[in-house]
Nanobody, 118 residues
């Protein structure tokens, strides 16, 4: 497993969760990263992205509630989610552009389920 996502769970509306996505030792470094989500019956969609230089962009539905970050030393990207809404319920996936032994690589995490109750 190249990326290990964690931090999902059940939370009440208005609550917070922090998702983490850690790269394994076969990935030497992470550059850009993104978080996506897929709700039942819907297409996977971009939630937030962070560039190699740390520039961020967010989907319109985030409305200032989420923050993406990365720790290059820990090879980990995070998604802090505040003021969660029931419509945020989905499986959240991380995606990382990094450098592995074989060269540049793009990897997906296994997904972590976020359930927001009303």
């Amino acid at each position: 497993v190249q990326l290990q996502a964690s931090g999902g769970g059940l939370v009440q509306a208005g609550g917070s969760l922090r998702l983490s996505c850690a790269a394994s030792s076969i990935i030497f470094s992470i550059n850009a990263a993104g978080w996506y989500r897929q709700a039942p019956g819907k297409e996977r969609e971009l939630v937030a992205a962070i560039s190699t230089g740390g520039d961020t962009n967010y989907a319109d539905f985030v409305e200032g509630r989420f923050t993406i970050s990365k720790d290059n030393a820990k090879k980990t990207t995070y998604l802090q989610m505040n003021s969660l809404k029931p419509e945020d319920t989905a499986v959240y996936y991380c995606n990382v552009d990094g450098l592995a032994a074989w060269g540049p690589t793009r990897s997906w995490g296994q997904g972590t389920l976020v359930t927001v109750s009303s």
